[in-house]
């Protein structure tokens, strides 16, 4: 028997055909988990970012105001 392409080794080892769907789901789910830790890690960041900035701006206007005084 001739192997002419792909679908004729799905039909010849099932159990491969699975696996490949597997590892296929597993690659889609390690995608998806490194993005949101990526969002996360964005999200941290920036919080972090827009505190720090918002102090120092506050240190600023507080120091503007004492010296108007």
Excluded: T
């Excluded at 679908?7 to 055909?17: E, F, G, S, T």
């Excluded at 949101?36 to 507080?62: E, R």
């Amino acid at each position: 028997m001739k192997i002419c392409d792909n679908r004729d080794l799905k039909i010849l080892n099932p159990y491969h055909y699975h696996m490949d769907l597997y590892v296929e789901n597993e690659k889609q789910w390690l995608f998806y988990r490194y993005n949101v830790l990526k969002m996360i890690a964005l999200g941290h960041y920036l919080s972090k970012k827009l505190w720090s900035d918002d102090c120092v701006l506050m240190n600023n206007n507080n120091k503007i105001k004492n010296q108007m005084k």
